[in-house]
């Protein structure tokens, strides 16, 4: 059983279009973060979401924390090309370990 | 250096060797994990270091696969008599845990890109 569910896991558009992607549980994270991954390297750290709901921009991403600190999504604004990669949810389960949890991504490519 | 290093960044192996892969995390990052990632997916958890703690193993897919840390800083991850379905890349991440502040960020390494013929 999978503790942090991306969804969709694959996402193709055109660029300028608009996308949200999801992550979500049925447990409780004290903190959600979002990583990026690019071909041939490691996922790097976006955004870290804290407080239920929570909302966070990063220029044209959009970051939101449930209420109920058990979901959070990533709104896109106007895809560009360079915005294509996998998109990793990790948290920390409140009452687990000090351990990082990852979803399994959402892979998004945007078409020119 | 700066960030989490790994090595070798490629590696091919025949079939039924066994191979070494390492991680030299950040310094002074007390957490260490090590991740599979095979072509186009998702990462898939195989082992967590935290400080002295005994490390959690629950994701290793086979008594195959084992990894240990010396000293707190560099961990190697074993896989013995590889299998074509061994083929992957293999990443590394390490950070510091702030238990109460909510901040854990992971740093990765590049990863090591294993190849089993």
């Known amino acids: 059983t999978q503790l942090l569910e991306q969804s969709p896991q694959f996402l193709s558009i055109q660029e300028g279009e608009n996308l949200t992607v999801y992550c979500n549980s049925s447990s409780v994270f004290s903190s959600l973060q979002w990583y990026r991954q690019e071909p041939g390297e490691g996922p790097v750290l976006l955004v870290t979401v804290v407080t239920g709901g929570e909302v966070k921009k990063l220029k044209r991403l959009t970051f939101q924390f449930g209420d109920a600190r058990k979901d959070s999504s990533l709104h896109i604004t106007a895809a560009q090309t360079g915005d294509t990669g996998l998109y990793l949810c990790a948290g920390l389960r409140v009452g687990g370990s000090e351990k990082l949890v990852f979803g399994k991504g959402t892979k998004l490519t945007v078409n020119p | 250096g700066a960030g989490v290093s790994q090595s070798p960044s490629n590696k091919v192996t025949e079939k039924g060797k066994d191979v070494e892969l390492r991680c030299d995390p950040i310094?002074?990052?007390?957490?260490l994990y090590w991740y599979r990632q095979s072509l186009g997916q998702g990462l898939e958890f195989l082992i967590y270091f935290q400080g002295n703690s005994a490390p959690d193993k629950s994701g290793l897919p086979s008594d195959r696969f084992s990894a240990e840390r010396t000293g707190g800083s560099v961990s190697t991850l074993t896989i013995q008599r590889t299998q074509q379905e061994d083929s992957a890349v293999y990443l590394c991440a390490s950070s510091y845990p702030r238990p109460g502040t909510g901040n854990t960020e992971a740093f990765f390494g590049q990863g090591t890109r294993l190849t089993v013929v």
């Open positions: 310094s002074g990052h007390t957490a």
